[in-house]
């Protein structure tokens, strides 16, 4: 059981990566900071004061460049192998009592994987919004990925069952709203 919440809660902060690189991050270290997470051999170093400060830095610069127009693109560019990468890393260090084989495949196929999906739906969007509004309605959409990081974060290491339900949740309606963008935009030049 420890495992499957382990995996849980990997899969919740990586889908909070795809959002936000640097928020689940910061949250992994606070939690860990404050005894409510524990990190396996090899990550301690995320639950220190050193950690915090320069995830906390990191985050802020984040949100603040998705408040800068045409930045926001940009930054999807650079950020989505960072969210890959961090996605991977959250998964790993909450893994524990398994060979290190099975930690890093299960952080590479289900944190990573989780990771890209959300980080490729997020610029997908982002795409549509900049082409369709010419960028006039990303700041809201900075502002509900924002939120979205960090609810997940939370939900993933307090609730993680809650967690797992909200990722598919949000993922559906992503794919769902990136498909009828698709067809919108199919039928528009016909």
């Known amino acids: 059981m420890d495992t499957f919440l382990a995996l849980l809660i990997g899969i919740g902060l990586s889908a909070a990566c795809g959002?936000?690189?640097?928020?689940?991050?910061?949250?992994?270290s606070?939690?860990?900071?404050s005894g409510h997470l524990t990190l396996f051999s090899g990550f301690e170093w995320m639950g220190t004061w050193p950690a915090v400060i320069a995830f906390g830095t990191a985050t802020v610069l984040e949100i603040a460049a998705y408040y800068i127009p045409w930045v926001d693109n940009i930054m999807d560019t650079i950020t989505t192998p960072a969210a890959i990468a961090a996605g991977i890393i959250a998964t790993a260090s909450v893994f524990g009592d398994v060979s290190p084989f099975l930690r890093w495949s299960m952080a590479v196929i289900a944190g990573g994987g989780v990771a890209t999906i959300i980080r490729g739906s997020t610029v997908a969007l982002r795409a549509a919004s900049s082409g369709t509004t010419g960028g006039l309605a990303n700041h809201g959409l900075s502002t509900v990925e924002m939120v979205v990081a960090i609810v997940v974060t939370v939900l993933a290491i307090l609730v993680p069952i809650a967690c797992l339900v909200l990722v598919v949740f949000i993922s559906y309606r992503m794919i769902r709203k990136l498909l009828r963008w698709r067809s919108a935009r199919q039928a528009a030049t016909r």
Do not use: E, K, M, Q
């Not at 690189?21 to 992994?28: R, S, T």
């Open 19 to 28: 959002f936000r690189v640097f928020v689940p991050l910061l949250g992994v």
């Open 30 to 33: 606070i939690a860990a900071l």
